[in-house]
């Protein structure tokens, strides 16, 4: 979330690869720039700094040169179940230390823009991929807790994971699902926690409490990182383990 985010990712990706022997760091970079989309700049930083795939939400075409830069980077994703012609894939194939492993993004439609159904969509990505690809990971973006809970029990045996985001705030549930996918509603967000899911208190009490009220700036201060660490057996796809983290990075 915005520049804070920004930056205890950039000071302390590397040290969390090494310390947990991380083969594959996944974030979500929807609210990278400013708490809106992503830029190329910033987003080629994080990928030569230790990000190896990139999911987003709804906030990722907020900035116009996201959509080019998305046609040209496959490790930056959208939602998989926005309309067939949109830029950018809702699915990243590639192998990690000879395993081949897919990370997939589909957005809830709970309190949320509209788009097409992802039980049905996620369904056809996963039909997509090859036996050969074992490990594979899940972002459901969406507000609504049922709407990620219903998810992970509709993929539990198929993928190895299923994460949320989009609420910023982390959630107490992980756990290892009966099929072997780990599941967590919510990972929560890396960035300022002195303001309201990262943005400016003030400013997001006055555009709760005044129509005329200007768009919020992110906040400042405080700043957590959010995450969650999976362990996934590469041969058969199944979780092992899953651990929350939320780091203090002041
Ligand atoms: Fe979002």
């Known amino acids: 979330m915005a520049k804070p985010g920004r930056i205890a990712v950039l000071e302390r990706i590397q ?3 090494e ?7 996944i974030m979500n970079a929807e609210n990278l ?3 809106f989309s992503v830029t190329p700049q910033l987003c080629e930083q994080l990928f030569s700094h230790g990000i ?5 939400g709804n906030h990722i075409f907020d900035k116009k040169e996201a959509i080019d830069y998305i046609r040209k980077q496959p490790r930056l994703l959208r939602p998989a179940n926005y309309p067939p012609n949109t830029p950018g894939s809702g699915c990243w194939v590639g192998q990690v230390n000879g395993t081949h492993v897919a990370v997939m993004n589909v957005m809830g439609r709970v309190f949320m823009p509209p788009s097409d159904d992802p039980f049905r969509v996620i369904d056809t990505v996963i039909d997509s991929l090859s ?3 074992t490990v594979r990971i899940v972002d459901v973006h969406a507000e609504a807790t049922s709407e990620k809970v219903a998810m992970g029990w509709h993929l539990d045996g198929r ?9 910023h705030v982390q959630t107490a549930d992980e756990r290892i699902l009966p099929g072997g996918t780990a599941y967590l509603t919510d990972l929560g967000m890396t960035g300022s926690y002195a303001g309201v899911i990262g943005m400016d208190k003030a400013d997001v009490i006055a555009r709760f409490t005044s129509v005329t009220a200007r768009r919020a700036e992110h906040s400042n201060g405080q700043v957590r990182i959010c995450a969650a660490l999976l362990d996934i057996d590469d041969a058969t796809g199944r979780a092992m383990s899953i651990e929350r983290l939320s780091l203090s990075h002041e």
């Open 15 to 17: 040290d969390l690869r």
């Open 19 to 25: 310390q947990h022997a991380i083969d594959l760091a």
């Open 33 to 35: 720039a400013g708490g």
């Open 52 to 56: 190896d795939v990139m999911t987003s």
């Open 131 to 133: 036996d050969n690809v």
């Open 159 to 167: 993928v190895s994971a299923v994460c949320g985001t989009h609420t």
